[in-house]
């Protein structure tokens, strides 16, 4: 230590010394060294080695220098060698005693010279040390799960190392339990100082914990290391509830059990240390313990020690309870609790007797059944499942016991199949005369039948039955042949088949002809089976005539006997000849007179008989002057090898324009005197002959926004020849842009952009044939416009009379039947802007008759056909198709339909259909049933006719096969006419179109879904009763068709489809209060009647539904639920069966063929319609309904026809009847349920439900919060009710954008049966599963839901009969399950059977499966009972939530905006679109108010105002925030659109937002007001100073402040309201006037809720025009402008638009307040201020 310590402190000294001996120059000049320091190292523990040769420099020669070392090597480990001066070590050094040696040598020659130097020699160290701990355990002991302070050390080991340099710094690692190479270690160690940190909270306990935890320390210098154990002990904490390794316990127990019998044996495990304390010592106990119902003691006990668990009493009854469950827990020292569930099955023991299900069996068995055959089954009842039944037939016990046996079933229901020994034979009177006997069933007791408990006995009373399995046999021959001639009389006996039957029904037999051997009907044969000759025999029709004669017996399945009738028909002579050859030529007129024409004939009669040629042929002796004067007819008796030819001849000139055809009457004969009329036509060709004179066309045209151009037709010239027109030149007189002609044609063309109106055209029209020149032809063209969305909806007529005859004028100047078409459809309509435009298509040829509905102008789905000329009187056509187009009517074809009759008489032609058939001739073989779209085709039809002429656009008719036409890309993608129904605004958004729907309308299009009939009373009632016109049922092969009533009648007509006489027809009625369906498809009726039912006419809802598909149809009422469908289900109620399915439900087999409905007829409902005809119509009585059906009184509502529920509103045609139903409607019965909430019930019992997402009835303001289902995240909830096992209803809001999980599921014990709604690839969908029936799933297939918005989800289940349905269920939204089969019963277990989110599945006591739902769920009902969701509500009155996990509050996520820029990130917008954050997902948008302008590539403001929002006449008002407007509502109206009505108040109604913008004006102008008088204070005070004013008069210069009004009395309120009319209890006003045209923004009538026209005037200036009066105005202008304005429109907005100002720019409030009705009083100066604003 001492040497360590003196080494540092003489080195300083030998520097010093170094020093002065090199200022002594080193020694004498006889000898030195040749350095004064000499470095040298060497490593320590070097033994020994030669250092350094210090060799001198001698001065005198040949001298002996010595050498020896003077200082530092008190140690002697060096040595200088005196004679060579080799300096050595001798010794080992040890760096860590020294790190160097300083060495001092001399040299020294003869004694005289003395030199000196210093030798520093450096110890180079080595590591010959290694680490050492100083012990090699370390134990310490902390506290499990202590999380204080960390990461904090709890224990430091320190090792040493015997190096002093760098081998002796040392670091730590460490290694052992909990140690990993993540950032989730236990423990970490402190490289420098040892120091070892635990960095979490520690678990002793299993399974995941430690007792001790091992820990291995290493220290090393780099090279050398050694190590130390670490050992970590926890001191135990009571954190470990006891746990049941298996958490389901199963035993089983016979049920004559004695008392303190053991069970099964409960053992928990508890994982704290058992030394500590009291943690891990058990106590055992039963929770929900099952009781005895009689005594009330419990049936079971636990040990509470041992866990044991015995009977508390004794024999138990297994018949009664099958199995008990009850729930053990076990308790810790600490009050730690665990739970396991204990299933004890109850073992069955014989107890009970057997029983027939009935004490006597009347059985009716066919004969002819073999031995191995069932005649029936006799079932037996017994609880017992260890039954051993055996039967028997009591011998003697009755006729033919001995000829029958029982055999016991081994599979499924419990009974004896009852068999014959040999067959029964009906013909046997033995058996024909019944047996009777009694059977006897034993369990198999232990004394078998000697044990007459376990006996049991039945009477069976057997009739046998016959069968049809003999044909009829005829009594004499079963052939005959008769000959007959073809004028034999009728009728005619021709034979006599007769037959009979050798089965018991005698001689019942029936005779027909088979049709495919008589297809004439010429035969007939009767009940005795006389066969007749019926009809007229033609030989040159059938020479022979094989008739056969079917005998039929009346058996089961009938059976035939055939005979043969054979007829010879011979000839008579009763043919005249016909022409065969030159049945017309055509004449050139003006030629010279000639043979024409040779005519043939021939003649189909026998000519062997005589009856054939010789042929004579001559003139008509009866024919008219004008024929006789220019023919002559005469015969070539050689000509046809003989037989005679007829030679015509003209005598005259012949004249086209006189006669355009000539038609020949021929008297041919043949050689038996047998003479006839015939017709020989000569047609008359034209020449050029006739000069043109000037005529004028008038042509309207109905054009469609398109590219090409269109066809105008001919220009008209009067010219009495008809095909000189490549003769003639057409030239503009005046030409006219927009129009073409071609001058060879004369076609004229019109551009595709030309404007709607008026357009006279002048041409002038030359023949250079005739040497005629410019002749005057005028066309007036009336250009209209009509939309692809009005052709869609088109109405279609097909009339009497050809295109020609239908446009052309009167004569002296009548209008056309065209015109009178028009002029009568716009007097019938009601809806729509009065505007009605017809045209007319192509016509039909008079063969074409009977299937004309087919021959609409039809292409097929590649492409429409070409445009086309229909031309005038050149082509006759009988049947002419019109299509009617009248903006603002979707209901035309049906108003067309009801007036059709006035319509022929105002017309002065028939109508012979209305509308487009749906089936044409190339789908009716579609077995899927059959669909007719309208749509426009392409190009233009145009007909003319001389002075008229009419173009409209090509219609063509797409059909297909399936039940409805694909769907159309037009949509919902923008906003069209018929977007909203029922008076509904339609809004454009972000993601297509919204609806706001006006007070009693349903859904996203605003649909009215109820509709009341008067039924013929009351006042001003229709005495017919009431009836309304829906559109027609689809032509599907599948229908399922629902409907709600509410009536008091007994007997009424509910729907009818179909024509006047029931052929395809449907007809649903009530009779005697229960529902009756009579079903035509064409091919037989077939009827339906629940005379069983309980009667519907109670004024409670009832629900009917009527299915057919699958050669079946079905009628159940209510679902077979046994209820109303607002009946109030009692909650306690704990039990329900299924009710008779006799009362509620019947079916009938369909005919084989089509099962479709083809017809295009209205579905009429609550009454039939008796369409209205002239005063002067004898047969309008004729043309109503041939039925006689009692009109309907009451509500209907909920009609539903397949998935699509049906709009009873404003488009529905009808008369005695009103959209809505006044006996339910709640604010009309003084409830009002708010803008959140329904009216639900019958009359008298009226309520408000809250919507899905609100609580707080009847208001209904609060709304609910949502819970967030984390990916793990479920619910388990226990109700304290039982739900009903029949009926279930769940509802419940859901968002998510996952395309999987379980949102709710309910589920009997163990989850043997459930209900469950789930989302299935984005699908949501039901899955029913009710044992032993296999799983059914019911999905919405069309429905995407995974799209982050919020959806209301809705399943209804009766029996095994399931409804789904989202948000409105109407459409893609609505799927059903109509089966009724099985029982149907799903027994809820209210403590463990329901869950939402995640599907858990336990499976011998592990989870097996596991489908967790990832979104929100809010407002969930069971049986319209909320549950509770936590974590916000984790009990209610309803249930409690005992057990969940991964759940967060509400549904709020963060914005994916966030790291969404403008910028190159991931997600990237580009400018000028901004993300616009869409819950878990963005978009790139202009954000709320603001659309994209593709033209101008920028984001422009949307006024929404302008597509009126604000119903009832309440005024908008565009802002920049929420849905971008807000709604001041009138009188009588309240709500955020001013939607809902509100009875007894008067004051005025705003949304907050409206209040919030208004508060937010009045602000700003009272900072300008300060403004401007501080600004107008400080002006005058400077003009008083100057002492003067300057510029302009009356003290207003340039840029002052206009003149102020003259003061008008006011109010201190800020808004005087002077209602016009108080609103009725309906919320309609008393008189409303459809022509207003000025709507005042504060004096507002109530309109009603149910009008679809509020009045509401929006008046607008362009803003070049506002610009223009601006500039115009002053100051002084705008003040008296102001002041006169009183009736103008309030046309301001807070931003710059213009929507409604008529005299002002946007922004002006001056002209808001002046033009505004001065019943409106306004503070005083704020007009003021608005005209400051506006200057």
Not at 78 to 85: A, I, M, V, W, Y
Not at 1269 to 1292: D, E, H, M, Q, R
């Given at each position: 230590m001492a040497v360590n310590v003196l080494v540092p402190l003489l080195i300083p000294l030998g520097e010093q010394l170094t020093n002065v001996t090199q200022l002594m120059g080193g020694g004498s000049g006889a000898v030195a060294f040749l350095q004064d320091v000499y470095h040298v190292s060497v490593r320590e523990n070097t033994k020994a080695a030669s250092l350094i040769d210090l060799t001198p420099t001698v001065t005198l020669p040949g001298a002996v220098v010595e050498y020896k070392i003077?200082?530092?090597?008190?140690?002697?480990?060096?040595?200088?060698?005196?004679?060579?001066?080799?300096?050595?070590?001798?010794?080992?050094?040890?760096?860590?005693?020294?790190?160097?040696?300083?060495?001092?040598?001399?040299?020294?020659?003869?004694?005289?010279?003395?030199?000196?130097?210093?030798?520093?020699?450096?110890?180079?160290?080595?590591?010959?040390?290694?680490?050492?701990?100083?012990r090699e355990r370390h134990e310490t002991q902390i506290t499990e799960e202590d999380d204080r302070h960390l990461p904090k050390t709890i224990i430091t080991v320190t090792a040493k190392d015997g190096d002093a340099?760098?081998?002796?710094?040392?670091?730590?690692?460490?290694?052992?339990?909990?140690?990993?190479?993540?950032?989730?270690?236990?423990?970490?160690?402190?490289?420098?100082?040892?120091?070892?940190?635990?960095?979490?909270?520690?678990?002793?306990?299993?399974?995941?914990?430690?007792?001790?935890?091992?820990?291995?320390?290493?220290?090393?210098?780099?090279?050398?290391?050694?190590?130390?154990?670490?050992?970590?002990?926890?001191?135990?904490?009571?954190?470990?509830?006891?746990?049941f390794p298996n958490p389901v316990l199963q035993a089983a127990i016979s049920e004559d059990t004695p008392k303190g019998a053991l069970v099964v044996k409960a053992e928990a495990v508890d994982n704290d240390d058992p030394r500590e304390g009291t943690n891990a010592h058990l106590t055992y106990s039963l929770e929900k313990n099952v009781v005895d119902e009689s005594s009330g003691s419990p049936i079971l006990v636990i040990d509470s020690h041992s866990g044991l668990i015995t009977t508390a009493l004794c024999c138990l009854d297994r018949e009664k309870t099958q199995r008990y469950v009850v729930q053990v827990v076990a308790t810790d020292g600490g009050g730690l609790k665990g739970t396991g569930t204990v299933l004890v099955e109850v073992e069955d023991v014989n107890d009970v007797p057997p029983r027939f299900s009935r004490p006597e069996w009347s059985l009716s068995v066919p004969e002819r059944r073999s031995p191995h055959q069932v005649l029936a089954t006799l079932t037996v009842l017994d609880q017992d499942i260890t039954n051993n039944f055996s039967f028997r037939i009591v011998p003697g016990s009755g006729h033919g016991w001995q000829l029958f046996r029982v055999e016991g079933r081994s599979v499924g229901v419990a009974g004896g199949d009852l068999r014959p020994i040999e067959p029964l034979d009906y013909e046997n009177p033995d058996h024909r005369r019944g047996f009777r006997f009694r059977v006897q069933v034993t369990d198999m007791g232990e004394l078998g039948w000697s044990d007459k408990?376990?006996?049991?006995?039945?009477?069976?009373?057997?009739?046998?039955?016959?069968?049809?399995?003999?044909?009829?046999?005829?009594?004499?021959?079963?052939?005959?042949?008769?000959?007959?001639?073809?004028?034999?009389?009728?009728?005619t006996v021709l034979s006599s088949f007769t037959a009979f039957d050798l089965d018991g029904g005698g001689d019942v037999v029936s005779y027909t002809i088979d049709p495919e051997s008589d297809p004439g009907g010429l035969f007939s044969v009767d009940a005795t089976g006389t066969v007749r000759l019926v009809g007229g025999l033609d030989r040159e029709t059938a020479e022979v005539h094989t008739v056969l004669v079917w005998a039929t017996d009346h058996g089961d399945p009938s059976r035939t006997a055939t005979a043969t009738l054979t007829v010879n028909v011979t000839d008579v002579n009763d043919n005249p000849p016909f022409l065969v050859s030159a049945r017309e030529v055509w004449v050139e007129e003006n030629g010279d007179p000639g043979e024409v024409g040779r005519v043939r004939l021939d003649d189909p009669d026998d000519w062997n008989q005589?009856?054939?040629?010789?042929?004579?042929?001559?003139?008509?002796?009866?024919?008219?002057?004008?024929?006789?004067?220019?023919?002559?007819?005469?015969?070539?008796?050689?000509?046809?090898?003989?037989?005679?030819?007829?030679?015509?001849?003209?005598?005259?000139?012949?004249?086209?324009?006189?006669?355009?055809?000539?038609?020949?009457?021929?008297?041919?004969?043949?050689?038996?005197?047998?003479?006839?009329?015939?017709?020989?036509?000569?047609?008359?060709?034209?020449?050029?002959?006739?000069?043109?004179?000037?005529?004028?066309?008038?042509?309207?045209?109905?054009?469609?926004?398109?590219?090409?151009?269109?066809?105008?037709?001919?220009?008209?010239?009067?010219?009495?020849?008809?095909?000189?027109?490549?003769?003639?030149?057409?030239?503009?007189?005046?030409?006219?842009?927009?129009?073409?002609?071609?001058?060879?044609?004369?076609h004229l063309f019109m551009d595709a952009n030309t404007l709607d109106g008026r357009y006279t055209l002048q041409f002038l029209v030359s023949d250079p044939s005739l040497n005629q020149m410019d002749v005057a032809a005028n066309v007036t063209v009336e250009v209209?416009?009509?939309?692809?969305?009005?052709?869609?909806?088109?109405?279609?007529?097909?009339?009497?009379?050809?295109?020609?005859?239908?446009?052309?004028?009167?004569?002296?100047?009548e209008s056309s039947i065209l015109e009178r078409l028009m002029t009568a459809t716009k007097a019938f309509l009601s809806s729509g802007n009065g505007e009605v435009m017809a045209w007319v298509d192509e016509a039909a040829e008079d063969d074409?008759?009977?299937?004309?509905?087919?021959?609409?102008?039809?292409?097929?789905?590649?492409?429409?056909?070409?445009?086309?000329?229909?031309?005038?009187?050149?082509?006759?056509?009988?049947?002419?198709?019109?299509?009617?187009?009248?903006?603002?009517?979707?209901?035309?074809?049906?108003?067309?339909?009801?007036?059709?009759?006035?319509?022929?008489?105002?017309?002065?032609?028939?109508?012979?259909?209305?509308g487009v058939p749906r089936c044409g001739r190339e789908t009716r073989s579609c077995k899927s049933g059959c669909w007719a779209r309208v749509e426009a085709g392409g190009g233009f039809v145009v007909v003319d006719a001389e002075e008229s002429g009419v173009v409209g656009p090509r219609v063509v008719v797409r059909r297909g096969c399936g039940c409805q036409s694909p769907p159309s890309h037009r949509h919902y993608h923008t906003c069209l006419p018929n977007t909203c129904l029922n008076g509904g605004r339609c809004i454009p958004t972000s993601t297509g179109t919204r609806c706001i729907c006006p007070y009693g309308t349903w859904g996203s299009r605003c649909k009215v879904l109820s509709r009341h009939f008067d039924g013929g009373e009351g006042r001003g009632a229709n005495p017919e009763g009431g009836w309304a016109w829906l559109p027609p049922l689809p032509a599907c092969p599948e229908i399922h068709l629902s409907l709600e009533i509410l009536t008091v009648d007994q007997d009424s007509l509910l729907l009818y489809s179909g024509p006047d006489t029931p052929s395809e027809s449907v007809i649903l009625e009530l009779r005697g209060g229960r529902p009756y369906l009579q079903l035509d498809f064409g091919d037989g009726e077939i009827t339906l009647d629940l005379r069983s039912s309980y009667t519907l006419a109670d004024n409670t809802w009832h629900r009917i539904d009527v299915v057919w598909k699958d050669e079946l149809v079905e009628m159940i009422v209510d679902l077979c639920s046994g209820v109303g469908v607002d009946a109030v289900l009692s909650q306690n109620t704990r039990t329900s069966t299924p009710p008779d399915a006799h009362t509620c439900r019947v079916a009938a087999r369909l005919p084989t063929g089509a099962h479709i409905i083809s017809n295009a007829h209205p579905l009429q409902m609550g009454g039939l319609a008796s369409l209205p005809s002239s005063k002067d119509d004898k047969d309008s009585k004729a043309r109503g309904s041939s039925h006689n059906f009692t009109p309907f009184r009451g509500c209907i509502r909920n009609l539903r026809i397949n998935k699509g529920l049906v709009d009873l509103g404003v488009v529905v045609l009808s008369s005695g009847s009103s959209p809505g139903c006044p006996s339910t409607d709640c604010l009309l019965g003084g409830l009002r349920c708010g803008l959140h909430a329904g009216c639900y019930g019958p009359p008298g019992a009226l309520r408000c439900e809250c919507?899905?997402?609100?609580?707080?009835?009847?208001?209904?303001?609060?709304?609910?919060?949502?819970?967030?289902?984390?990916?793990?995240?479920?619910?388990?909830?226990?109700?304290?009710?039982?739900?009903?096992?029949?009926?279930?209803?769940?509802?419940?809001?859901?968002?998510?954008?996952?395309?999987?999980?379980?949102?709710?599921?309910?589920?009997?014990?163990?989850?043997?049966?459930?209900?469950?709604?789930?989302?299935?690839?984005?699908?949501?969908?039901?899955?029913?599963?009710?044992?032993?029936?296999?799983?059914?799933?019911?999905?919405?297939?069309?429905?995407?839901?995974?799209?982050?918005?919020?959806?209301?989800?809705?399943?209804?289940?009766?029996?095994?009969?399931?409804?789904?349905?989202?948000?409105?269920?109407?459409?893609?939204?609505?799927?059903?399950?109509?089966?009724?089969?099985?029982?149907?019963?799903?027994?809820?277990?209210?403590?463990q059977g329901v869950q939402l989110g995640g599907k858990v599945v336990l499976?011998?006591?592990?989870?097996?499966?596991?489908?967790?739902?990832?979104?929100?769920?809010?407002?969930?009902?069971?049986?319209?009972?909320?549950?509770?969701?936590?974590?916000?509500?984790?009990?209610?009155?309803?249930?409690?939530?005992?057990?969940?996990?991964?759940?967060?509050?509400?549904?709020?996520?963060?914005?994916?905006?966030?790291?969404?820029?403008?910028?190159?990130?991931?997600?990237?917008?580009?400018?000028?679109?901004?993300?616009?954050?869409?819950?878990?997902?963005?978009?790139?948008?202009?954000?709320?108010?603001?659309?994209?302008?593709?033209?101008?590539?920028?984001?422009?403001?949307?006024?929404?105002?302008?597509?009126?929002?604000?119903?009832?006449?309440?005024?908008?008002?565009?802002?920049?925030?929420?849905?971008?407007?807000?709604?001041?509502?009138?009188?009588?109206?309240?709500?955020?659109?001013?939607?809902?009505?509100?009875?007894?108040?008067?004051?005025?109604?705003?949304?907050?937002g409206a209040l919030v913008v208004i508060l937010v004006w009045c602000v700003f102008v009272l900072l300008l007001v300060c403004a401007f008088l501080l600004h107008h204070h400080h002006k005058r005070s400077g003009v008083r100073r100057s002492g003067g004013t300057s510029g302009g008069q009356n003290g207003v210069g340039k840029g002052g402040p206009p003149p102020t009004p003259s003061p008008t009395p006011h109010t201190p309120n800020l808004i005087h309201l002077h209602p016009i009319h108080p609103a009725t209890p309906n919320g309609q006003a008393h008189s409303v006037n459809q022509n207003i045209a000025d709507v005042d923004l504060l004096q507002m009538d109530a309109a009603s809720v149910y009008s679809s026209s509020e009045g509401l005037h929006h008046c607008c200036t362009t803003r070049h025009q506002q610009q223009q009066q601006q500039q115009q105005r002053t100051a002084g202008q705008q003040g008296e402008e102001a002041e006169g304005s009183t009736n103008s429109c309030c046309g301001d907005d807070f931003r710059n638009y213009c929507y409604e100002g008529e005299g002002s720019t946007a922004g002006s409030l001056s002209s808001c307040l002046e033009s505004c009705s001065g019943s409106s009083k306004f503070l005083g100066g704020f007009r003021e201020v608005a005209q400051l604003l506006d200057s």
């Open positions: 003077t200082e530092g090597n008190q140690d002697g480990a060096f040595h200088l060698d005196p004679l060579t001066g080799i300096l050595s070590l001798i010794s080992p050094l040890d760096f860590e005693q020294a790190q160097r040696h300083v060495l001092v040598v001399a040299c020294r020659v003869g004694g005289v010279g003395v030199g000196e130097a210093r030798v520093v020699v450096g110890v180079d160290d080595e590591n010959d040390h290694a680490p050492t701990f100083p340099g760098e081998w002796g710094q040392l670091s730590y690692s460490i290694s052992g339990d909990g140690i990993t190479h993540d950032n989730t270690s236990a423990f970490d160690v402190h490289t420098t100082t040892g120091d070892v940190l635990v960095l979490r909270p520690l678990d002793r306990d299993p399974p995941h914990g430690h007792p001790r935890w091992r820990l291995r320390v290493r220290a090393t210098d780099g090279e050398l290391d050694t190590f130390t154990d670490v050992i970590v002990n926890l001191k135990d904490v009571n954190d470990n509830a006891p746990v408990y376990h006996v049991d006995g039945t009477w069976v009373n057997l009739h046998v039955v016959d069968e049809n399995d003999n044909p009829p046999t005829f009594t004499a021959h079963t052939h005959a042949h008769h000959t007959l001639p073809e004028d034999a009389h009728t009728p005589g009856y054939g040629p010789p042929f004579s042929i001559s003139l008509d002796p009866d024919a008219p002057p004008d024929i006789t004067n220019i023919i002559s007819v005469t015969l070539d008796p050689g000509g046809d090898g003989g037989r005679g030819v007829g030679v015509v001849a003209t005598v005259a000139v012949l004249d086209r324009e006189e006669t355009k055809c000539v038609l020949v009457p021929l008297v041919v004969a043949d050689n038996g005197s047998l003479s006839a009329t015939v017709t020989f036509t000569i047609h008359v060709s034209d020449l050029n002959d006739n000069p043109m004179t000037p005529a004028a066309r008038t042509l309207t045209v109905y054009t469609l926004k398109h590219e090409e151009v269109v066809p105008l037709g001919q220009v008209y010239v009067h010219d009495l020849d008809e095909e000189d027109d490549a003769a003639k030149i057409y030239t503009w007189k005046h030409p006219h842009p927009g129009f073409s002609i071609n001058v060879s044609s004369g209209k416009h009509v939309t692809s969305h009005e052709v869609t909806h088109a109405g279609h007529l097909t009339l009497e009379g050809d295109p020609y005859e239908i446009i052309r004028q009167g004569y002296q100047g074409a008759v009977e299937s004309d509905e087919d021959r609409i102008v039809e292409v097929d789905e590649g492409g429409a056909e070409s445009q086309g000329v229909v031309p005038g009187p050149k082509q006759q056509r009988r049947w002419t198709r019109v299509w009617l187009a009248a903006p603002g009517v979707y209901n035309l074809n049906t108003v067309l339909l009801y007036r059709r009759f006035q319509l022929s008489e105002a017309m002065g032609v028939g109508v012979r259909s209305v919507d899905l997402g609100w609580s707080g009835p009847p208001s209904c303001t609060t709304s609910t919060t949502p819970t967030t289902l984390k990916a793990n995240g479920f619910i388990k909830i226990s109700l304290s009710f039982t739900p009903l096992p029949y009926t279930n209803v769940l509802s419940l809001r859901f968002r998510t954008r996952r395309d999987g999980g379980q949102l709710i599921s309910l589920s009997s014990n163990w989850g043997r049966d459930h209900l469950a709604l789930q989302l299935m690839s984005g699908r949501l969908c039901v899955r029913l599963q009710l044992h032993p029936d296999p799983a059914k799933c019911l999905c919405l297939t069309h429905a995407l839901l995974a799209d982050g918005q919020w959806h209301t989800a809705s399943v209804v289940r009766h029996g095994s009969a399931t409804f789904l349905a989202v948000d409105d269920g109407d459409g893609d939204l609505y799927t059903s399950s109509i089966s009724l089969e099985g029982l149907g019963l799903l027994q809820v277990d209210p403590r499976q011998e006591g592990r989870v097996s499966s596991q489908h967790y739902f990832e979104g929100c769920l809010d407002d969930v009902r069971i049986g319209g009972r909320s549950v509770p969701l936590p974590p916000t509500r984790n009990v209610s009155e309803w249930g409690e939530a005992v057990e969940w996990q991964g759940l967060d509050e509400g549904c709020v996520t963060p914005s994916l905006c966030t790291n969404t820029t403008t910028t190159n990130t991931t997600n990237t917008c580009t400018p000028p679109l901004a993300c616009q954050d869409t819950w878990r997902s963005y978009t790139c948008s202009c954000g709320g108010g603001r659309v994209f302008d593709s033209e101008r590539g920028a984001c422009q403001d949307q006024d929404l105002c302008l597509f009126s929002p604000c119903l009832n006449r309440g005024s908008c008002i565009t802002t920049h925030q929420g849905p971008g407007y807000v709604c001041v509502c009138p009188v009588g109206f309240s709500g955020p659109n001013c939607r809902l009505p509100d009875l007894g108040d008067t004051s005025l109604k705003m949304s907050v």
